[in-house]
């Protein structure tokens, strides 16, 4: 009997879909608004954080050395630093490496090539280009060369400069831009979410309302609750799945069309590129929002008829 | 003798003493008290407001009394549990004045739809259906909807929808007030028909002519009390 209950919900929710259409239609069209909005939101948050992330990637600190350094020492500070928890990659760039980028930077300098021609001795020294997971963890990093400095060998230190200190406000202020921007992007997602739940039980509660005498005549023939209230809740996913779709199909001209102008905004990301990457993970996110919030909101609209 | 044959010696229905007062007005029903006896068919009458309807809510469990018990083959009605309740409501088949049918649903689902909640298989779905609605001359109607239908087409198929799982007991609230002559004629006819099967019929209306067409047991009430109950009763108000 299980199966065959199941079996005539399914059916039933699916007929009742088709069957109520201004309904049915209304309630989409709610759904799919709300849910486009929380692509949207889904779109905007990735956005934010790829140009967070790229210009993250702008930040790092280098520590340049003595230019007497022994090598062995640079690369057991290269070793350490890379065995740090908050270190994501260090680079060790050597004398005659940097002498290299110095003259390729100045290509056009005659002057500086000139000068640098006259000098018996390469005058530059070695440097490591540290970058950290977080912009906030530049701060422990320098402290952590700051003391591996006054502990280095015969009291002599082998780093000349950390350019961390000079650049140390703007990469605080960088780094609370980023703090902020994420916790105020969560928390528009949160409000928004918390208001996408609310349009669609609400919208759920009037579609269910119209249909209340209906619950109350299933009552009194005898249906169980079980049984007037899972066409409903089938119905209520069905608004979900198609509003889901309908939200998809909706990102394609939209992000199209937006692709330039987001590409010129957030540094290089194109929308639609994202859009059509992620396309798959997009519509699992919408349909599963969809069907859960149908299904649970019809759920919940639907208790308050069931007392007879 | 077996226990059904002496469970029909009892009345299929008792009402004992009930009162129902809504907020603090003026009571609904105060102090009814009567029974019915299995395969009886009895007509309620009275005023707008004497509380015919309010009884018969209280007989369905739609509500439940302030005082007072409703029996319904010895059992207390209002001491069922949930699961127990859906089983007591598909042994009534209930019929309204608003014919309360389903409206997105065809006449076949309508009927349908009783079926399943009594857990009846697609093949008597199948059998049964199409036969009902033969009994009440809408065989040619099977796949229209309540609102392609008639008054009176509605009417008997919500007594088909009534009557499909072969209920011990059939209530009637008003059935032909909004029906013609003829349409109530039919409906009357029907509801004699299920009597004289064997089903007990409760009925309540405002026509004078279907209660002393029917020359049964004739209950009147008036501001929530019973003041008569004829056996053979006329429409007295």
Request: glycine residues 6%; negative net charge.
């Amino acid at each position: 009997m299980f199966w065959t209950d199941t079996k005539r919900i399914i059916k039933t929710g699916f007929v009742s879909f088709w069957r109520n259409g201004v309904v049915t239609a209304a309630a989409v069209l709610v759904m799919t608004v709300t849910l486009f909005v929380l692509g949207s939101l889904v779109f905007l948050d990735a956005m934010l954080d790829s140009a967070l992330g790229q210009i993250q990637s702008k930040v790092d600190i280098n520590v340049y050395f003595t230019v007497d350094a022994p090598e062995d020492a640079m690369m057991a500070m290269k070793d350490s630093l890379e065995a740090l928890p908050e270190t994501a990659s260090v680079d060790f760039v050597s004398r005659d490496e940097a002498v290299a980028e110095f003259t390729r930077k100045h290509a056009d300098d005659q002057l500086i090539l000139q000068a640098l021609n006259e000098l018996d001795d390469n005058p530059l020294g070695a440097h490591l280009n540290i970058r950290a997971k977080e912009t906030s963890q530049y701060e422990s990093i320098a402290r952590f060369l700051d003391s591996e400095n006054a502990l280095s060998s015969e009291g002599a230190g082998i780093i000349d400069k950390i350019n961390y200190f000079q650049n140390k406000t703007a990469i605080d202020k960088l780094s609370k831009i980023i703090t902020s921007v994420d916790a105020l992007s969560f928390a528009i997602l949160i409000i928004f979410i918390i208001i996408s739940i609310m349009i669609v039980f609400n919208t759920i509660r009037l579609a269910i309302y119209t249909s209340k005498e209906e619950i109350s005549v299933m009552q009194l023939v005898g249906a169980s609750h079980s049984y007037i209230r899972g066409p409903f809740i089938i119905e209520g996913m069905m608004y979900g799945f198609t509003s889901a779709l309908f939200a998809m199909v909706l990102f394609y001209p939209v992000t199209i069309w937006l692709g330039p102008f987001t590409e010129d905004f957030f540094g290089g990301t194109n929308v639609f590129d994202y859009y059509v990457d992620n396309f798959s993970q997009m519509f699992l996110i919408l349909i599963l929002a969809g069907v859960v919030l149908g299904a649970i909101s019809s759920f919940l609209a639907i208790k308050r008829y069931l007392k007879l | 003798m077996s226990d059904t044959e002496k469970s029909h010696k009892d009345p299929i229905i008792r009402v004992n003493n009930v009162r129902k007062i809504y907020m603090d007005s003026l009571p609904a029903l105060d102090g009814v008290s009567l029974s019915v006896d299995h395969k009886e068919f009895v007509s309620i009458v009275g005023h707008s407001g004497a509380g015919k309807t309010t009884l018969l809510k209280m007989i369905l469990a739609e509500e439940f009394p302030s005082e007072g018990e409703i029996l319904f083959d010895n059992t207390n009605i209002y001491e069922l549990k949930k699961k127990e309740m859906n089983k007591y409501r598909r042994r009534i088949g209930m019929v309204f004045q608003d014919f309360r049918l389903l409206p997105h649903k065809t006449a076949f689902e309508n009927i349908a739809f009783a079926m399943e909640a009594a857990g009846r298989t697609d093949e008597e779905i199948e059998s049964d259906v199409p036969h009902v609605l033969d009994l009440v001359d809408l065989g040619d109607k099977i796949w229209n909807f309540p609102q392609e239908l008639s008054g009176g087409e509605k009417q008997r198929l919500a007594i088909a929808r009534a009557i499909v799982n072969q209920p011990d007991l059939v209530i009637a609230d008003e059935p032909t007030g909004n029906l013609d002559p003829v349409n109530t004629h039919d409906i009357v006819q029907i509801l004699k028909k299920i009597n004289d099967l064997g089903t007990t019929v409760i009925l309540t209306t405002h026509n004078r002519g279907v209660v002393e067409s029917l020359n049964h047991r004739v209950i009147t009430m008036e501001n929530g009390k019973i003041v008569r109950d004829d056996s053979h009763g006329r429409y007295v108000i």
